[in-house]
């Protein structure tokens, strides 16, 4: 075996650079940390084909003298941590002195710095690593240092970068993101000599939030009330459910301004959404999570993105009610008529209403906005704050059926609506699931009415499906069905919930037991949620719409808690807005 021998300098810095430098985007990252670190209050980026010819970073921070200059590219140079106790409570963005020396090892680096009250700057020029010029240079206060070539000396790394558009565009993401963690910062970002972002210093998150954002997505932003949790708080803004996608670069997680990605944290924000995200989706939010430095450790990834939370669950649960919590005010907001509205609208829209529903229904608050498309969780799902609870949504008769106006049936599947802002397509088996769905789990708490069939049904079981029904018998009795065994492998069906109207009891009720056996219910008893679910879903396939019930249907979803999501999170309205519409007709 070789002799075990010391690394040189320049040799490991290459090798730590396999850590932190990545691609140019994580060149910009880790400068443009450094720049926030030195109290810049102006950054700019600038980079040409992708970072890959140059990435320059020019700030207005303190700057360093000329020893400073040098010694920070030493390995483990740093001015931000002097002692192990100083890693409890980290409140830079950079602390391990390993960015600079490991970035110049691996490009052709130049760096200008000059601090504000200094007559000349420092120009130094290291290629590869090795310092090849120092001199004195005239330049403004702060710092410019310049990247050219990365990866020139490492072939092997600069075969691995993608084309220069995919880089172009995660340097982007990276501006976008530290230009979120510092609003009050000025950010620029030049790619290829053409100014790409400019973002003014604000004061409010929200403001530079929406500059990023553009006006139409920044029109649905739903505020996230600052919440307090046990050596934390969070704050932020979410986007309704609609706009969730399926990765995760919609979601931006800040924790004591720094940039990071969390499973616990993107956990928190889907349950907040409770059933109201497609299945595989991602809600877009921006979240700031302020928390004592010693509940975390930031020192788990070279790269800093990774945490460990000491209490994560904690953290998980504070972030699923504030999500709640902001849905929750949205939904109220969007649920109040605009003033203005009210007598323009009243006539036209109280005619639609069914006759079927009684007088009071037919004149409660008839001119409801459709409100925005967005979920609400329920109070007995999270636990709110008390004075969240005082103030409850407003009563369901306030709520959105009479907001549409039936036009008819498409193909007897879907309904046709129209609503204030456009065209809304109903899906009837959608809604019907959602009805269903949340009957049931009420089932749990306040009981259910069930009827008795006069002629109970049988059924003809295999072993193994009784013995799932049997096993399950209980919850299926809270859920209004009451089930027994017949003998002979047959099944007696003696009641169903009184709300469900099935066109094809028997039929159903072996599809539930079908469906339950493919779940996998073979084992232990089931969790009464995917009982719930299960029936729900072969409820709403049994759904048949037709222009009588169409507008009951839609009544008896909006007295849902989420009306406009399927169990699974499929929309059970769909909505094509005038201005998409104007839009597709080439009308601008
Ligand atoms: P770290 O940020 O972990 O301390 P770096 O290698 O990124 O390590 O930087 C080393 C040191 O160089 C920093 O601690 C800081 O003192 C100094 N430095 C780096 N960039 C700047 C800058 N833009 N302005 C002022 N000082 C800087
Ligand atoms: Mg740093």
Redesign the pocket.
Known sequence: MPRIHVLPDILASQVAAGEVVERPASVVK??M???L??GAREVLVEIERGGTALIRIT?D????DRD?ALL?LERH????LRNSSDLHNISTL????????SIASVSRFRLI?RERDALDGTEIQVHGGKIIDVRVAGSAPG?S?EIKQLFYNIPARRKFLKAESTEASHVEHEVRLHALAAPTVRFRFRRDGNDALELPAVTRKSDRLRHLLGVESAGDLIEMPLHHGNGFSVEGFLLPATHARKGRKHQCVFLNGRPIEDVAVARGLSEGFKGGLMEGLHPAAWLWIEMEPQLVDVNVHPAKREVRFHRSNELREGIAVAVAHGLQQQQRRANTPPPTDVPARTGQVRSFVPSNLTPSEQTATPTLKIPAWIPQATQQEISLPQETLAEKPQPQSARGAAAFRWIGLLHQRFGILESHDGLVLLDPRAARERIVYERILQAQQQGIVSQGLLVPLLIELDPREMDVVLRNQESFATAGLELGDFGGGTLQVRSLPAFLYLTDPLAFVHEVVDDLIAGGAGGARLAYDKLARCLAKRAGLQEKISANTAMVLLEELFTCDLPYCAADGRPTLSEFSLRELDRRFGNR
């Open positions: 880790e400068l940390e450094n720049s670190d030195a700030d921070g303190c700057g360093m400073d920070s140079a740093t001015s931000k950079g602390f391990r002195g390993e960015a600079l020396p710095t710092t240092i």
